[in-house]
């Protein structure tokens, strides 16, 4: 199984300013590599799938980069609506398998 | 617009079973794959399994082997998971979601299952 680890588990910076999440996975993902938003109550939002890609209706100043073993989640400029958690999750074949790392929690 | 709409919670005693629903709402589901997930209180996300309607196929975490079953019913666009011998440890909200091949990005609202005696 591989094993999703996110760092840091907490961030704490001020609207306009930029976030970086890193999510790090235990062997190559390729780019198959997915990032979410989770805020209280809620089902969580696709921002981000195959490392790089905005979802449907993601603002632009979410990005998503990296492949094989690093990735990045960077929010140029923060809003108040973007304080939330966030989680990476990968997807692997043969057999279909899936995982998420634990969790970013990004706070005022 | 699609949907994908769960039942309601459930409570449970240990040892029992639950059979959670998961509708799509606005198109076939044989497209894509339909997966479940669950998020135990305060905690992460865990993947469990999930079917491609269109195959009847299914594939199970390991963990989960044997305690679970994902079935689909393409006529009425509903697919479901049945987990048994619960224990309290099973305590979760409950996800159904969808891969098109772009990442899970058809969440349903959770079903919330709650494990006591």
């Known amino acids: 199984e591989i094993v999703l680890t996110q760092s840091p588990a907490t961030l704490s910076l001020s609207p306009g300013e930029r976030a970086t999440l890193s999510c790090r996975a235990s062997q190559s993902v390729r780019s198959y590599l997915a990032w979410y938003q989770q805020k209280p109550g809620q089902a969580p939002r696709l921002l981000i799938y195959d490392a790089s890609n905005r979802a449907t209706g993601i603002p632009a100043r979410f990005s998503g980069s990296g492949s094989g073993t690093d990735f990045t989640l960077t929010i140029s400029s923060l809003e108040p609506e973007d304080f939330a958690v966030y989680y990476c999750q990968q997807r692997s074949d043969w057999p279909t398998m899936y995982s998420f790392g634990q969790g970013t929690k990004l706070e005022i | 617009q699609v949907h994908l709409v769960q039942s309601g919670a459930e409570v449970k005693r240990p040892g029992s079973s639950v059979k959670v629903s998961c509708r799509a709402s606005g198109e076939s589901f044989t497209a894509y794959d339909i997966n479940w997930v669950r998020q135990a209180p305060g905690q992460g996300f865990e993947w469990m399994g999930g079917i491609i309607p269109m195959f009847g196929t299914t594939n199970y975490a390991q963990k989960f082997q044997g305690r679970i079953n994902i079935t689909a019913d393409e006529y009425t666009n509903t697919a479901y998971m049945q987990l048994s011998s619960l224990r309290p440890g099973d305590t979760a909200v409950y996800y159904c979601?969808?891969?098109?091949?772009?990442?899970?990005?058809?969440w349903g609202q959770g079903t919330t299952v709650t494990v006591s005696s």
């Open positions: 979601v969808r891969d098109e091949g772009r990442g899970l990005d058809l």
